[in-house]
């Protein structure tokens, strides 16, 4: 199929569209390297835009959920279909790859079954899942989604997102939904579990995604903080404390951090 303009109109719009497309990318990376959502004024200024045509584009992104507008602060964030975006490339490249083998010798050391994910909208989605022998069967395996409020993957990543950011993808209850009767129903109940997240620097969760079995995660950050997925393990009994297990795939989401950053 050719991709040469067939009239004389199409070639003429053709550099109208380039710079639109190339501001809407400028305006991507931008929302993506900053720690917290922006004003539009600050985009416009940094990225030396006219207002007019970032409030323009951040509304066409809105539409298409690629931004969202924290109307309460007037600042502008990343939107799901961003992390969509991001998910798909961490499917692909490097995240899977190099993360698989880290995972499994995190498994073959605990004797547990352990999981790398990735925030995909308001869920985590499984992308390298380690099972170990004699272990319980779990509900998690490649391409499983589950609510990141649930479990201890997503909390990891939801606590190390901007509290904007948290807002704007569990603006209300019906945010929320249940496994097992237990877990965060409310935003403010929520904040209290990534709270503790932050302040432990790990994450966990209790039969909340599954009765009788707890996990703990990690995040693993990009070079500009932002998480772009989570190391954790699934256990049972009390044969094993939460410490340990919490300093082990600390380590190993450490690790992942620095390979990425190669």
């Known amino acids: ?30 929302l993506a390297g900053r720690p917290a959502p922006v004003a539009a004024s600050a985009i416009a200024r ?69 999981h790398l994910a990735v925030m995909s909208g308001g869920d985590v989605l499984y992308i390298v899942e380690e ?10 395996d490649v391409g499983v989604r589950l609510p990141a409020h649930l479990t201890a993957s997503g909390r990891a990543m939801l606590a190390a997102l901007p509290r904007e950011q948290v807002r704007a993808l569990y603006p209300s209850t019906s945010a929320f939904p249940d496994r097992t009767g237990v877990g965060p129903r409310t935003p403010r109940e929520l904040r209290e579990v990534l709270r503790e997240a932050r302040a432990r620097g790990y994450a966990t969760e209790d039969s909340e995604v599954a009765d009788g ?11 500009n903080g932002w998480p772009v997925a989570a190391v954790a393990v699934t256990w049972a009994g009390d044969d094993v404390t939460e410490e340990t ?18």
């Open 1 to 30: 199929m050719s991709v040469i303009p067939d009239s004389k109109d199409a070639a003429a719009d053709a550099p109208a569209q380039v710079p639109a497309a190339e501001h809407t990318l400028r305006i991507l990376r931008y």
């Open 131 to 140: 099972r170990a022998p004699r272990r319980p069967a779990l509900v998690t």
């Open 46 to 114: 940094d990225l030396a835009l006219p207002r007019s045509t970032v409030y323009h584009l951040l509304g066409t992104l809105a539409t298409h959920g690629f931004v969202v507008h924290l109307r309460e602060d007037r600042r502008w964030g990343l939107g799901t279909s961003a992390f969509e975006l991001a998910g798909g490339y961490a499917r692909q490249q490097p995240l899977a790859r190099l993360g698989r083998p880290l995972v499994a010798a995190l498994s073959d050391r605990l004797g547990e079954s352990t």
């Open 213 to 223: 079995l707890r996990s703990v995660g990690a995040a693993v950050r990009d070079h």
């Open 245 to 262: 297990l919490a300093d082990a795939v600390h380590g190993t989401a450490s690790v992942l951090e620095a390979r990425l950053a190669r």
